[in-house]
């Protein structure tokens, strides 16, 4: 039976990832960006991994980006620091600088991303706050998760070209889960 115009475009779903219930299944399911550590409670992150296998055919893949912590805790310091200047179209910058703690307790960062925008003299025409919070998860922790979960790891990169996943030198960890 030949493919659907249907079946060949991407979906996107805007959903509480722990209470997806769509009724079908899906080749590929992708939560990009570190999102899943935005979840944040452990308890939660188990309900989303069983929902998104719910939801993953027989022979999909389910892949997840996450922060390598070893890489990610070199930047949170509990000081305020400038993560870059952003020209924009209208001849703007955007300064983008954040400040983030964390609590090994729980494995969370917390901290605020300040978002300014600059017109060309310096002033700062618009400002404002975002509040972060999200969960480190180590790579023997969320592999244990995942399993728990029902998937099995078919590749865990260390970055979004394909490198090989390092603890101590790759930046991300980039998940290829599939049933197990």
Same mark, same amino acid.
């Given at each position: 039976?030949?493919?659907?115009?249907?079946?060949?475009?991407?979906? /996107?779903? *805007?959903?509480?990832?722990?209470? =997806? @219930?769509?009724?079908?299944?899906? %080749?590929?399911?992708?939560?990009?960006?570190?999102?899943?550590?935005?979840?944040?409670?452990?308890?939660?992150?188990?309900?989303?991994?069983?929902?998104?296998?719910?939801?993953?055919?027989?022979?999909?893949?389910?892949?997840?980006?996450?922060?390598?912590?070893?890489?990610?805790?070199?930047?949170?310091?509990?000081?305020?620091?400038?993560?870059?200047?952003?020209? /924009?179209? *209208?001849?703007?910058?955007?300064? =983008? @600088?954040?400040?983030?703690?964390? %609590?090994?307790?729980?494995?969370?960062?917390?901290?605020?991303?300040?978002?300014?925008?600059?017109?060309?003299?310096?002033?700062?025409?618009?400002?404002?706050?975002?509040?972060?919070?999200?969960?480190?998860?180590?790579?023997?922790?969320?592999?244990?998760?995942?399993?728990?979960?029902?998937?099995?790891?078919?590749?865990?990169?260390?970055?979004?070209?394909?490198?090989?996943?390092?603890?101590?030198?790759?930046?991300?960890?980039?998940?290829?889960?599939?049933?197990?």
């Amino acid at each position: 039976m030949p493919a659907t115009d249907y079946d060949r475009v991407a979906h /996107l779903y *805007d959903a509480y990832v722990c209470n =997806l @219930s769509l009724n079908r299944q899906f %080749d590929l399911i992708f939560i990009p960006f570190h999102s899943f550590a935005e979840i944040g409670d452990p308890a939660q992150e188990r309900k989303a991994l069983q929902a998104i296998r719910t939801h993953l055919s027989p022979t999909g893949r389910f892949i997840c980006t996450l922060h390598n912590p070893s890489w990610r805790l070199k930047w949170v310091t509990g000081q305020r620091r400038k993560l870059g200047d952003f020209p /924009l179209s *209208d001849g703007n910058l955007l300064t =983008l @600088s954040s400040v983030e703690n964390y %609590d090994s307790v729980s494995g969370c960062v917390n901290g605020t991303q300040f978002y300014e925008v600059r017109s060309y003299d310096g002033t700062v025409a618009a400002h404002m706050a975002v509040d972060l919070h999200f969960r480190l998860h180590s790579c023997c922790e969320f592999q244990s998760l995942a399993e728990a979960a029902g998937f099995v790891p078919v590749h865990l990169y260390g970055d979004y070209s394909y490198a090989p996943f390092e603890p101590d030198k790759s930046p991300f960890m980039v998940w290829v889960l599939r049933e197990a």
